[in-house]
């Protein structure tokens, strides 16, 4: 530091410190990601840097400032809404419509039965059959889902990692017959299989055959679909489960190089796939932090790619999708989420995005209405055209402050890759379950930092709405969507050929026992009008299903809460319990159905477990019933469930009537946990359902007054 | 007492209850487990018990899925009684057992409940023994005990069964010394999983370490300790682990070993608890008299020598 500049900084320090009566050293806040936030940056921030070049231009090695030099000078940034809705007759009306009202790409997601390789008439996924998005059985579904929309002329991406071989093949087959030859269909499949493992959990086959599946995937696009990227590699979820964004970033980039290692052993040339690899992260309220993280996941991509020897520039640009964050969203005062999101858009414009899907305010309730998503579209149209964004190319370039965050991004993200890659690469990592244990102690961290006040989060924790608004949710009537699909499916499977298609099955089984291309003999098997869920089974033979160990983190949560009266009230309740009933409180978590997002659950256990309770984990995708077993054999006093795709109007109700069938005078209560909407809670009620806990529900209280249930019961007996 | 007749039925929320009542640490549920435990004890099943133990990470959970699964599958009934560690911290657990025996879990023809640890040495206490006599009760054909591996865990666990069986990975031949200094004792059966995939070698290799390592331990009444290779994941072996079992409680019951046993570990326990109760007596007798800090007193100012301060505290508790 020259001496002119060194006192230039001494007299604002000391301004500083007079203002604030701080020392500077105690302005220094820490990020989750463990990064020192300064309250100045100053030219020397910009000093030894390993990643980030100090002077570079947009489209230009390093690609810090972004993959095109002109960026949205050009043109802007593609508008790609998500969105399902149950059936595909209802989901092409409203891509028809986002499409007449300015929307350029269509999002597809799909239901839970569908992304795990079950059929809606498949007795296992009773309240799952088109929650959370559309149900696609067979290729007819798929049509339909496309009917008057030229695939030719339309990009579609599909959010799509379990059984990506039938829908992908069901898209394909859908556009043959459409009159679309396949080299002509653009657009993006999710098919990342790794973070599956990690967090979002709708896996179906081991992680080694389903890497064997993703490199047929890749292998399979580059040769016959030149327009369709074959890949989207996903930190979103990650995000969405409770990690930070140095985690987000250090495993999304580590889960790509394993991707492109497992195309490479398929004899690819680097340069023949990388161009269409594509990327997908979240974007959440942390806003600089969010800007920092797209400029270091570029900047760190190109130099990986270099690493692998590729040649083509544009193997070694970063080209990523961008959502808002759903986590970051409340149920409680929910229009503050219009708010949020609009901040999260500008991040991610900010850092420099391809495409964005921006949340309507109600996710955190139920599906968006036409309203909320009309509302969520614009908050995108007027970034593009009312506030001038996208007139200059990475306007942030420069700054002190973004450009050292950058760094420190990329260096923390840098060294969890190489421990990783020590490991032996993210397959190893993700079956070790290393990278979901750090995630979930990462979500623990910060489910604390709200319930103890340490992080504001606007209506929940301060600045409470004493009069909270009322919102309509769309509602689904899932019985209803389930029984059109069965006729669907069972109208289907009298009018095709049966022998063909078991002789198309068992070549795709066969398939599988060696190296082929499985997506060849899985067309074949969809053409001739097999379902996903046969498809899917076919394979199963060969590969098993995929179920997961459980590793749960201990103590994370409680560390938060040293000495929180709070806290030692719920601690002091379970003992006083313990001291009358001989036994601690005892609580099984569970999610049922094929809804696979467990961070609540995790958290929910881990929590309960510091504070005293004997938490029973129960595994994922259980059915009603054998919750009921297992509730009564461990003779728990309360069930809680967590739930996320809108099962809960089905499965909580069975629970019930399971519970009473093995012992009708069975006294566990049963709580309901997560994304439940408030026009659901009279019928949960009636249905007994002791307590009901929202997003952004705290913790330390809801478990007081699980504890305050459990012994009301008891003393009722 | 009705729960007696409902357990002697099979009634799951019977069951449950009766080992939530013998695993309680209230008074007033120990009287009543004592009464239901001596009403039960009249008309004893049929059960075996076999006792799971090992290190963690050898695949336990999945093995006893996997081979229960197989049990199951030929008509037995089964119950499972798991030791699940519990956080010392705080004293609240995370029981996960469930998130590794999906399969089995959901067959009508299973009970298994898990139980929190506490503290005690691989968390076998008193209830994990009455628990068992429940089970049997009820009518289940096997009871697995299982366990967390940590060294003295398995002589306590070994007390509790009528057979013992150790899973072990492949590549633990270099455990072998700690194990022959007493282990063979206490297991019949030795389980080296994971004979699958790239570690098909490795486990035949540590197959044969064990069993030369063995053959040196043989009492010469008992038959030889056994050595089996099972594939959890791909469901091999489980034929041998079941014809093994039924051969060796065969063999001992013909040369009076099984009963022998069961006494031996009826004295075992008897001893234990006596131990327990007295240990608990003294405990409150210390306590209340405040003599450790008094004497401890005297002999940081040298007035006495440690040695005399124990001497006179002893004879002072014992006195009454």
């Known amino acids: 530091m020259t001496n002119k500049s060194n006192n230039g900084f001494n007299t604002w320090q000391k301004s500083f410190e007079k203002e604030t009566k701080k020392n500077f050293s105690d302005a220094i806040s820490e990020t989750d990601e463990g990064i020192n936030i300064k309250p100045v940056y100053t030219k020397e921030d910009l000093e030894n840097f390993s990643f980030v070049k100090k002077q570079s231009l947009p489209g230009q090695w390093p690609y810090t400032r972004g993959p095109k030099a002109s960026m949205y000078t050009n043109r802007p940034w593609t508008i790609r809404q998500y969105a399902g809705f149950s059936t595909a007759e209802e989901s092409n009306e409203f891509y028809k419509k986002n499409l007449e009202s300015g929307q350029k790409g269509l999002s597809v997601a799909f239901d839970l039965p569908t992304h795990r390789g079950y059929d809606s008439d498949d007795d296992l996924v009773m309240g799952d059959v088109g929650k959370a998005g559309v149900a696609i059985d067979t290729v007819e579904d798929m049509k339909i889902l496309f009917n008057n929309i030229p695939l030719d002329q339309m990009s579609v991406s599909m959010t799509m990692n379990g059984a990506v071989l039938p829908v992908l093949a069901s898209f394909i087959v859908a556009g043959e017959e459409q009159g679309v030859d396949r080299s002509l269909l653009s657009g993006t499949i999710q098919n990342d299989i790794l973070k599956e493992f990690m967090v979002r959990n709708t896996y179906i086959y081991p992680p080694e055959p389903s890497m064997k599946i993703v490199a047929d995937i890749i292998e399979f696009t580059s040769k016959e679909m030149p327009k369709f990227n074959s890949i989207s590699i996903s930190g979103y979820h990650m995000q969405e489960a409770g990690a930070d964004n140095v985690l987000e970033l250090a495993y999304t980039l580590a889960d790509g190089m394993e991707y492109v290692r497992a195309a490479m052993s398929k004899g690819l040339d680097v340069d023949d796939f990388a161009p269409r690899l594509s990327f997908f992260f979240a974007i959440g309220t942390d806003f600089f932090m969010e800007i920092a993280k797209l400029r270091a996941a570029r900047t760190l991509w190109a130099k990986i790619m270099k690493d692998f020897g590729a040649k083509n520039e544009r193997s070694l640009i970063l080209r990523t999708h961008c959502q808002t964050s759903g986590v970051s969203l409340t149920e409680k005062d929910p229009y503050n989420n219009i708010i949020r999101t609009s901040y999260e858009a500008l991040s991610a414009i900010l850092g420099g995005t391809q495409s964005l899907h921006t949340n309507s305010f109600d996710e955190a309730i139920a599906l968006p209405t036409d309203e909320s998503a009309r509302i969520a579209r614009n908050t995108q149209l007027i970034l593009q055209n009312e506030t001038g964004v996208t007139k200059t190319v990475d306007p942030l370039a420069g700054s002190y402050f973004v450009e050292n965050l950058t760094e420190e991004l990329s260096k923390k993200a840098w060294d969890i890759i190489t421990e990783i890659e020590e490991l032996g690469g993210m397959t190893k990592a993700v079956k070790a379950g290393i990278p979901k244990l750090k995630i979930e102690e990462s979500a623990t961290k910060k489910q604390a930092k709200v319930d103890s006040g340490s992080r504001v989060v606007v209506g929940v924790n301060k600045y409470k709405n004493p009069k909270e608004p009322s919102v309509d949710v769309r509602v689904i009537d899932n019985n209803r969507v389930r029984d059109d699909q069965i006729k669907k499916i069972q109208a289907i499977k009298e009018s095709r050929d049966t022998t063909a298609v078991k002789k198309a099955l068992a070549n795709l089984t066969n398939a599988a026992k060696d190296e082929t291309n499985l997506l060849v003999p899985c067309i074949e098997a969809i053409k001739l009008r097999a379902t996903v869920g046969e498809v899917s089974k076919a394979l199963e033979q060969v590969y098993g299903r995929h179920f997961a160990k459980s590793l749960s983190v201990s103590g994370v949560y409680g560390k938060h809460f040293e000495g929180d009266k709070e806290f030692m009230k719920v601690e002091s309740k379970i003992k006083e319990f313990e001291n009358v009933n001989g036994r601690r409180p005892r609580v099984l978590v569970v999610k049922m159905g094929q809804d696979g997002h467990d961070r609540g659950a995790k958290i929910v256990a881990t929590s309960f477990a510091d504070m005293g309770f004997d938490v029973d984990m129960g595994p994922l995708f259980q059915s009603p019933k054998d919750v009921a077993k297992d509730a009564i054999e461990n003779d728990v006093h309360a069930i809680g469930v967590s739930t996320l795709a809108a099962g809960h109007k089905t499965l909580v109700p069975e629970l019930m009537k399971g519970l009473k069938e093995i012992d009708p005078k069975s006294k566990i209560i049963v709580f309901v946990g997560g994304i439940i909407p408030e026009q659901d809670y009279e019928f949960l009620y009636e249905n007994n359902v002791s307590a009901i806990f929202g997003p952004g529900s705290n913790i330390i209280e809801s478990a007081e007054k699980v504890i305050d249930l459990i012994s009301d019961n008891l003393s009722k007996e | ?320």
Not at chain 2, 15 to 25: F, G, Q, R, Y
Not at chain 2, 40 to 48: A, C, E, H, M, V
Not at chain 2, 108 to 133: D, K
Not at chain 2, 184 to 202: H, P, Q, R, S, W
């Open chain 2, 1 to 320: 007492m009705e729960l007696v007749d409902k357990i002697f039925k099979g009634e799951r929320a019977a069951i449950a209850k009766a080992i939530t009542l013998v695993e309680s640490s209230k008074d007033t549920d120990q009287q009543i487990s004592r009464q239901l435990i001596s009403e039960l004890i009249k008309k004893p099943g049929k059960s075996i018990r076999v006792g799971f133990s090992g290190p963690p990470g050898v695949g336990k959970s999945t093995f006893i899925e996997s081979f229960g699964s197989y049990l199951v599958s030929q008509n037995y009934k089964l119950g499972i009684l798991a030791i699940d560690p519990s956080s010392q911290i705080t004293g609240g657990s995370i029981l996960g057992d469930k998130t590794r025996m999906v399969e089995i879990s959901k067959n009508p023809n299973t009970f298994i409940r898990s139980t929190p640890s506490r503290g005690t040495l691989g968390g076998i206490s008193m209830g994990t023994r009455e628990a068992s006599i429940i089970l049997d009760a009820a009518g289940y054909d096997f009871i697995f005990i299982e366990t967390v591996g940590v060294g003295q865990s398995e002589i306590v666990a070994s007390n509790l069964v009528d057979i013992f069986t150790l899973i072990v990975g492949p590549g633990s031949g270099d455990e072998l010394q700690g194990i022959k200094k007493g282990i063979t004792e206490y297991a019949d059966i030795f389980i080296v999983n994971k004979n699958d995939g790239e570690l098909k070698m490795e486990a035949s290799k540590t197959a044969a370490d064990y069993k030369s390592a063995l053959s040196y331990y043989k009492k010469l009444d008992e038959l030889e300790k056994q050595v089996l290779l099972v594939s959890a994941i791909e469901q091999t072996g489980m034929e041998d682990v079941i014809k093994t079992i039924n051969q060796i409680i065969d063999q001992n019951k013909l040369k009076g070993i099984f009963d022998e046993r069961r006494a031996d570990q009826l004295e075992y326990w008897i001893e234990e608890e006596v131990k327990n109760i007295i240990a608990s007596d003294i405990t409150n007798r210390l306590t209340s008299k405040g003599n450790i800090s008094k004497y401890s007193e005297k002999v940081m100012k040298n007035e006495m020598s440690m040695y005399e301060a124990v001497e006179t505290i002893t004879k002072d508790t014992l006195k009454q």
